[in-house]
């Protein structure tokens, strides 16, 4: 929780200071409900969720005196109740063996970091577990998953640059059958630029995996990075029309000062949320827990 908050006192500060700043000898009026609203969707909440919160307020308490800390707990119940939710826990209990997590996102959203993380945890658990760097596209990803799988202590099945990621897909659920593996996680290319290519590739890959153990993937889980603010939004819309989301985790939350978009993003998509990364170490994932975060992100 120390973590989350310090990660997050940016975006605190900001609602936070804003807040004050606002509502200071202040009445609830349309002057501050406006300027709360504008404070709220600079911190990345989205204007869909920033007007609605700003609506409920003024429901509540239109042309009263209100001081900066009432609405801040306003706030914190209400975001609050958008986050309660979609704060659930990942579980890998399919029943299948290997449970087949597939996990997706852009270059750079901290895939590899989180599949290294979840690996770590699962192996804590008591689970095994193997990895497939299924982003054959680029040398520097097999690596990285390379490398965090001597980390945890964990297989990590991969090809040369440039093989065909189904069948790397195919060939690691097939160890990963053939050993009796509980938890297999696939990584997999994140470049957005040739979209049709990516999402044929994707589609491929699920197809091949499915036919091998069934109902796999059990879970395909988006990589959001809280960094990109607004673009984690389209980023889920891209994802979903390409593969069928099932959680989502977001990495960066420490030290973002735009970690609101994750209000946005489950208020919209009302997807899972599983965890969230606090850091670049394999202990930096934590559980998600939304009053937690409604408090640390209004302060
Ligand atoms: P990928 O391209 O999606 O596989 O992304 P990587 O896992 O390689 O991560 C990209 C960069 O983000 C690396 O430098 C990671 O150390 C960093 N990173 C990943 N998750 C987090 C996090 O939760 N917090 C911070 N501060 N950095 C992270």
């Known amino acids: 929780f120390t973590r989350l908050k310090d990660g997050l006192r940016r975006s605190t500060g900001k609602i936070s200071d804003g807040i004050t700043g606002i509502f200071t000898r202040s009445k609830l009026d349309d002057d501050t409900l406006e300027a709360l609203e504008e404070l709220l969707i600079s911190a990345d909440l989205g204007v869909t969720t920033a007007t609605r919160l700003t609506e409920a307020l003024a429901q509540d308490r239109y042309d009263k005196d209100i001081t900066d800390e009432e609405v801040r707990r306003f706030l914190a119940r209400e975001v609050g109740a958008i ?26 959203a901290g895939k590899t970091t989180t599949i290294g993380k979840l690996a770590k945890r699962f192996k ?46 195919y060939e690691a659920v097939d160890s990963a059958v053939a050993q009796g593996v509980d938890v297999l996680l696939i990584d997999t290319a994140g470049r957005l630029q040739n979209r049709a290519e990516l999402m044929a590739e994707l589609a491929k890959v699920v197809r091949v995996i499915g036919k091998k153990v ?61 965890a969230i990364g606090v850091g670049e170490a394999v202990e930096d ?6 009053d937690e975060f409604a408090e640390a992100l209004v302060g």
């Open 83 to 108: 986050l309660s939710p979609v704060a659930k826990p990942l579980t890998v209990n399919s029943g299948h063996k290997p449970h087949v997590i597939l996990m997706a996102g852009v270059n750079g």
């Open 124 to 169: 804590q658990e008591g689970k095994s577990v193997m990895l497939a760097a299924g982003d054959t596209f680029r040398a520097a990803a097999i690596e990285q998953l390379q490398i965090w799988g001597q980390r945890v202590g964990v297989p990590v099945v991969a090809k040369p640059t440039g093989s065909d990621a189904a069948a790397l897909a």
């Open 214 to 274: 069934e109902g796999a993937p059990h879970d395909t889980l988006l990589v959001l990075d809280a960094t990109t603010g607004q673009n984690a939004v389209h980023q889920v819309e891209v994802f979903q029309d390409m593969a069928s989301i099932s959680g989502l985790v977001m990495t960066k939350l420490d030290g973002s000062a735009k970690g609101g978009v994750l209000v946005a993003i489950a208020d919209k998509f009302g997807l899972p949320v599983h």
């Open 285 to 290: 994932l934590a559980a998600f827990d939304p």
